[in-house]
């Protein structure tokens, strides 16, 4: 359940909750959640404590526990981490590590925990998977990060200096 921000609230505090077939409401984790996202068996958010600011974190149902995935932005100014999204395994995401700053693609690899900076000062936008890459908007160009070859470069649809400014992205 949610509210604008990705959590719901009844007076009883702001979190992930959830509803069981009986209809039994639970708030399975307390505090700031925006931007939920199921990625494998877990959800990832952008949440806050009161040391590290709005970073990306991880909730796992099976065993409730949440955890920060990194502290990207040290300090309490955030990275504010989004659009988490999972390709083989791998998830990706736009954050900040400068405040106010350019937000960077970055990766973070599931198995090892690896968290690495994918694309530098992209403004990454709407992460949509396509054939085992991912495409993004930028301010400027679709952009493509190949796995393969782990870099980026621009898919240039309209050529020359003003840009495509590419919006709503969609896989068909």
Same mark, same amino acid.
């Given at each position: ?54 970073? /990306? ?5 099976? &065993?409730? %526990?949440?955890?920060?995935?990194? +502290? @990207?932005?040290?300090?309490? !100014? ?60 930028? /301010? ?5 990060? &190949?796995? %393969?070859?782990?870099?980026?470069? +621009? @898919?240039?649809?309209?050529? !020359? ?12």
């Amino acid at each position: 359940a949610g509210s604008d921000n990705g959590d719901a609230s009844n007076g009883a505090g702001s979190g992930i909750w959830s509803v069981d077939v009986n209809g039994t409401l639970d708030l399975e984790y307390s505090g700031s959640v925006f931007g939920l996202k199921a990625i494998g068996d877990d959800l990832w958010f952008l949440g806050s404590d009161p040391t590290h600011g709005l970073e /990306p974190w991880a909730y796992n149902p099976g &065993n409730m %526990t949440a955890w920060m995935i990194a +502290d @990207i932005l040290p300090g309490s !100014g955030g990275s504010f981490a989004g659009d988490f999204t999972l390709l083989g395994g791998t998830v990706f995401f736009a954050a900040r590590d400068t405040s106010p700053g350019v937000y960077h693609l970055w990766g973070y690899d599931l198995s090892t925990t690896n968290l690495w900076k994918a694309d530098q000062g992209s403004q990454p936008t709407e992460l949509t998977v396509v054939n085992g890459h991912l495409l993004f908007a930028t /301010p400027n160009e679709l952009r493509m990060f &190949n796995t %393969t070859s782990n870099s980026s470069y +621009d @898919i240039d649809i309209n050529p !020359g200096i003003l840009g495509s400014s590419p919006s709503s992205l969609a896989l068909m």
